[in-house]
């Protein structure tokens, strides 16, 4: 397939179109961003590690009857995917509290949810990713009932595939963000799965392994991605 034109550049990505309009080539950079864009910073070999990773992981979700955007790796820091139309949802999954959450609702980092929690955020950079619920999306005709009914399915089963994978190596699955896309009537899961868009402790200490480190400056952030690239592909 071939490179054309960069379509799109993100905070973490570059997405460029190909000879086939059905597919685009995903490149992952490593520029970081924390705190809608006023935290910014460069973590050596992000990129890389986060295709890698990702890739693992929509191999593992496909494997396990998850429909993705992902195709194939096609070098260190590209992906081929389906090109599929971004609904504006973001997806929270929640198993610990962290982050966010903490502030919200006064409970401390750490405590386990009685249940999976999902959260709904407008992905709009403009508003900061304000939170709504299902009312709002359906108002704003973001996504009809029935695909959202799918997306919250498909997202309440990727939680369980990944966190029972994670387990083996080690890895607590404390939340992540998921983006959804449509193409041809069908909802693939989009965008990456990565320490950027997750938290991922270690089972054992409790250390962040995951984007944490570069938010709150925790040192040892190249190291963590790199940990879990290891965990995952040994
Ligand atoms: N997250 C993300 N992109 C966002 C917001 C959140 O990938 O724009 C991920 C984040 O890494 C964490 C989870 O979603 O794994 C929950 O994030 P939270 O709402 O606690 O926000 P944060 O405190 O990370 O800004």
Redesign the pocket.
């Given at each position: 397939m071939e490179k054309r034109q960069m379509i799109y550049e993100g905070k973490a990505k570059k997405v460029y179109q190909t000879d086939n309009p059905d597919f685009l080539i995903i490149e992952y950079k490593d520029d970081a961003t924390?705190?809608d864009g006023k935290k910014r910073g460069v973590i050596m070999n992000k990129g890389i590690l986060n295709n890698k990773i990702s890739a693992i992981f929509f191999e593992l979700l496909e494997k396990n009857g998850i429909q993705t955007h992902f195709v194939k790796l096609l070098s260190e820091r590209e992906m081929l995917v389906r090109s599929v139309k971004i609904i504006p949802i973001?997806v929270?999954v929640?198993n610990i509290v962290?982050?966010?959450?903490?502030?919200r609702l006064g409970l401390n980092e750490g405590t386990p949810l009685k249940r999976t929690v999902l959260?709904f955020?407008y992905k709009s950079d403009e508003l900061g990713?304000p939170m709504i619920n299902n009312y709002h999306a359906l108002a704003m005709e973001l996504a009809s009932e029935e695909e959202i009914k799918e997306i919250e399915q498909m997202a309440l089963r990727t939680n369980e595939i990944l966190k029972d994978f994670l387990r083996t190596k080690n890895i607590v699955l404390?939340?992540?963000?998921l983006e959804f896309g449509r193409v041809d009537s069908q909802i693939l899961l989009a965008d990456e799965i990565s320490p950027?868009?997750?938290?991922f402790w270690d089972s054992s200490t409790n250390e962040k392994l995951?984007?944490?480190r570069f938010?709150r400056d925790l040192g040892k952030v190249e190291e963590a991605y790199w940990e879990i690239y290891r965990r995952l592909s040994s």
């Open positions: 924390a705190f973001e929270i929640r962290a982050g966010s959450l903490s502030k959260e955020c990713d404390v939340d992540f963000k950027d868009t997750c938290r995951d984007k944490d938010r």
